[in-house]
């Protein structure tokens, strides 16, 4: 994926033996040398294979049309990358990367005149369209995973809106909530994440094909057509920014890596929970220990955990690469597009595998209710109760406090809590609150039910919120439709198109 300059040249004359295999750019000149391997990022660009067959036909077929180049030497080519395309990656004669390497191919099989193919651009412009037209294919993989995993997370939620549960905030025991309204937080996040990654996608569907080296070229390319053979929103203005802009990539990757820490929170609550005895996972999403049998250890949750430092960590290099680089193209940015690949593949995946292991989980509903009362965690159900009564809310705290310190490690009884509120407030505390709904709200179903606000634990409450998160999700569904059936249709004009030639 490197810089070339001479974006306008037709290559009509046969200026060395195309079969030397040294490459139609850099011919006998910069071809040598410990450097070479160095440079090239042919292996790597095997996945962008493609990407550059389906710009390479758009920007012929664009040619043809424009009468830059005839149209039997535009037949000959695309003729040319059929066959290219046919033997496959791994065929490609030797080059600094599969661009050169694909029009060495062209040109091996029809002579010079393939080299027209290049007229009225460069690598430059040709890499970064490759990029894009890759990396979008990928998004639309990486949120389809967040759809799927959201939507498993609904349907648990619902399964789940009356398995009660101990909520913890910095790992203590705070207050009862349910396993469909824990649920319902990460679909929260993974509802943001996926917006995110939509977002991301739009500003990468915009094509740089036009832009040549940098600063455009004399011929009378029509950019608009290449961008609509090839599925893309939009051209990029300015052809400076065209080849130099990779602000798209730290978009993706900055969306990934939150998603990822997403996931990573997803799975240490779940490693968690396992430790405590309140979930079970699957045996596909757990192993045994290689010397202790009777363990189950939550590995694959741990990998999904690990991840988010690779990602973050991919950002952290992405950024580090772009960091003050001059305007226009530069050969670093041929390291920056493999943070984004790897952190793509790793976040699609730990998306699958997350939302396997909640699919096929086991929750211990008598565990987590026996457990949701720990810590005294009703403790500010019967604080709100008092604060409904006309007492202060600081006020109704201490009283509580007071409580939990003469109940040691216990849940304070009904008598301890009301010799509470008479050393605090003086009298009573059935004076505000009757006898019964304090008994109530010490029991965490109870204590539950009462939280019923927007948002809530109560089974009401996240009844509500699964049926919002499910018509955001079919939203988003069909967001993702119909940039994907963009996709499809601009597949289908460009080979439609092709088909006229060959």
């Not at 469909?180 to 996608?201: K, M, N, P, V």
């Not at 008598?366 to 006309?390: N, Q, R, V, Y």
């Amino acid at each position: 994926m490197s810089e070339e300059n001479p974006a306008n040249a037709v290559n009509d004359t046969n200026e060395t033996d195309p079969s030397d295999n040294i490459g139609v750019v850099r011919r006998e000149r910069f071809s040598g040398g410990p450097a070479r391997g160095f440079l090239s990022s042919l292996a790597a660009d095997e996945r962008i294979f493609a990407a550059d067959i389906a710009v390479d036909r758009a920007h012929v077929i664009m040619l043809i049309e424009q009468d830059i180049i005839d149209a039997a030497t535009g037949e000959s080519i695309l003729t040319a990358l059929d066959s290219v395309e046919t033997a496959g990656h791994d065929e490609l004669p030797d080059g600094e990367d599969v661009h050169e390497a694909i029009e060495t191919a062209v040109i091996d099989r029809v002579g010079p005149a393939g080299g027209k193919m290049h007229t009225a651009r460069s690598r430059n412009d040709e890499v970064a369209t490759c990029i894009r037209y890759r990396l979008r294919s990928d998004l639309l993989q990486a949120i389809d995973a967040t759809l799927e995993l959201k939507k498993i997370l609904l349907e648990a939620g619902k399964v789940h809106t009356e398995t009660i549960m101990p909520g913890y905030t910095h790992l203590q025991p705070a207050q009862p909530i349910t396993v469909g309204h824990w649920l319902c937080s990460y679909a929260a996040g993974i509802e943001r994440d996926t917006a995110r990654l939509l977002d991301a996608y739009d500003r990468v569907n915009t094509s740089p094909l036009g832009a040549a080296a940098f600063a455009g070229t004399p011929f009378e390319i029509d950019r608009e057509r290449t961008a609509t053979l090839l599925g893309f929103d939009d051209v990029l203005e300015n052809t400076i920014d065209a080849v130099a802009a990779r602000d798209s990539l730290i978009e993706t990757l900055s969306a990934l890596a939150a998603h990822a820490i997403t996931l990573s929170g997803m799975a240490e609550d779940l490693i968690i929970f396992a430790n405590k005895g309140y979930v079970k996972l699957a045996d596909q999403y757990a192993s045994t220990s290689s010397i202790m049998p009777q363990k189950v250890n939550p590995d694959t949750l741990e990998l999904v955990r690990a991840v988010a430092g690779d990602v973050t960590g991919e950002l952290t290099g992405l950024l580090t690469t772009l960091k003050g680089l001059p305007r226009a193209y530069n050969r670093d940015l041929q390291r920056a597009t493999p943070h984004v690949w790897g952190a793509i593949d790793d976040t699609t995946e730990t998306t699958a595998i997350i939302g396997g292991a909640i699919k096929t989980a086991q929750w211990a509903d008598e565990a987590l209710e026996s457990a949701a009362g720990d810590g005294f965690s009703t403790a500010t159900g019967i604080a709100d109760a008092l604060a409904m009564a006309g007492i202060p809310f600081r006020t109704a705290h201490e009283v509580l406090a007071v409580a939990t310190d003469r109940a040691g490690n216990e849940t304070p009884t009904v008598e301890t809590l009301n010799h509470a509120a008479e050393d605090i407030l003086g009298e009573s505390l059935f004076t505000y609150v009757d006898q019964d709904t304090i008994i109530d709200i010490l029991d965490p179903v109870m204590n539950v039910s009462t939280r019923d606000s927007r948002g809530g634990p109560a089974t009401a409450a996240v009844t509500a919120t699964i049926e919002m998160y499910e018509n955001n999700h079919t939203t988003q569904t069909t967001a993702h439709e119909t940039r994907r059936n963009k996709i499809t249709s601009a597949n289908a004009l460009l080979d439609q198109e092709v088909q006229e030639y060959v």
